[in-house]
């Protein structure tokens, strides 16, 4: 088990938008930063926020990362058939004193 | 552009030690945090641990006692060493490179390891 949990599975049509969430608790999300990747299964993750929100350079601004308390939110607009790939968020927990991540999300194009 | 390259063994026998090693090309290896990372079949992302170039290194507790990172600044390379194997340890492993706190903003392509008997 993920000490972040997220949705395994989410979809929506080419040009909608989805919303991936990521649960945690006040040891890791609460007080800690996010940062999300995308990974497509025999590829290397790709990074696509940090500290909550931030995009390194490259990525597009149609992915968008907030945090509310204990939980975060990947979002993506525009959606396209590339952007087909399972998603994690990840962020430090300060009980564990370790990096931890959720399970991952599968984004379907429909 | 910076890449990553990883390699070694990728099957082992039970009690046996897990090595890898992963090269830095075309950038700097000092003033980061080197990583590695694991993904077990069907789950989610596991932080193994990392190493600085002045040498310090922060391990996950729950593997802490089996592990060892070490670096080699003079080949830009750093290494992954994981003792008495079980099929747990069965998992695609990385290197990666920590941008900031819990943010790896660089990523080999991953070593399948498999432990059988």
């Not at chain 1, 919303?19 to 999300?29: D, F, V």
Request: aromatic share 10%; proline share 5%.
């Amino acid at each position: 088990q993920s000490v972040l949990t997220q949705p395994p599975s989410v979809s929506a049509a080419p040009g909608q938008k989805v919303t991936i969430s990521c649960s945690g608790s006040s040891s890791n999300i609460g007080n800690n930063y996010v940062s999300w990747y995308q990974h497509l299964p025999g590829t290397a993750p790709k990074f696509l926020i940090y500290e909550n929100n931030k995009r390194p350079s490259g990525i597009p601004d149609r992915f968008s990362g907030s945090k509310s308390g204990t939980s975060a939110t990947l979002g993506i607009t525009g959606l396209q058939t590339g952007d087909e790939a399972d998603y994690y968020c990840g962020t430090w927990d300060s009980s564990l004193s370790a990096v931890v991540f959720g399970g991952g999300t599968k984004v379907t194009v429909l | 552009q910076v890449q990553l390259q990883q390699w070694g063994a990728g099957l082992l026998k039970p009690s046996e030690t897990l090595s890898l090693t992963c090269a830095v090309y075309g950038g700097s290896f000092g003033g980061y945090y080197w990583n590695w990372i694991r993904q077990p079949p069907g789950k989610g992302l596991e932080w193994i641990g990392e190493i600085h170039l002045s040498g310090s290194t922060n391990l996950n507790p729950s593997l802490k006692s089996r592990v060892s990172i070490s670096a080699d600044p003079s080949k830009n390379q750093f290494s992954l060493n994981l003792n008495s194997v079980t099929a747990a340890d069965t998992a695609v492993y990385y290197c990666a490179r920590r941008v900031v706190l819990s943010a790896y903003g660089l990523w080999g392509r991953g070593t399948l390891v498999t432990v059988s008997s």
